[in-house]
């Protein structure tokens, strides 16, 4: 099974910015940055495939860029004017997240003032 690491989190400021990597020991056709809040589920913010196509939730559309690097099985994330309510521990897995996948540490990002 493929293993991920993210990294790039922290605590940023309304309306600041981060980049988060995840780096995958394999390669994926779709990945997928995935965030859960405090009591919250763990919701999908984006994907991309190795084509190149990606998709948004709704919530971040406008703000988050996802990209990747094939070569090195990396993916990103440009997080841009952020909001409290982003804020999570941020992982990144397949796309779709099927029942018993392994999931990393993930990183947290807290915008807070």
């Known amino acids: 099974q493929v293993r991920f690491v993210e990294s790039g989190g922290g605590l940023v400021q309304p309306g600041g910015s981060l980049r988060l990597s995840c780096a995958a020991s394999?390669?994926?056709?779709?990945m997928g940055w995935y965030r859960q809040a405090s009591g919250k589920q763990r919701e999908l913010v984006a994907s991309?495939?190795?084509?190149?196509?990606?998709n948004y939730a709704d919530s971040v559309k406008g703000r988050f860029t996802v990209s990747r690097d094939n070569a090195k099985n990396t993916m990103y994330l440009q997080m841009n004017s952020l909001q409290p309510e982003d804020t999570a521990v941020y992982y990144c897995?397949?796309?779709?997240?099927?029942?018993?996948?392994?999931w990393g540490q993930g990183t947290q990002v807290t915008v807070s003032s």
């Open positions: 991309i495939t190795r084509l190149g196509s990606t």
């Open positions: 394999g390669s994926i056709f779709t």
């Open positions: 897995n397949v796309q779709p997240a099927r029942p018993g996948l392994d």
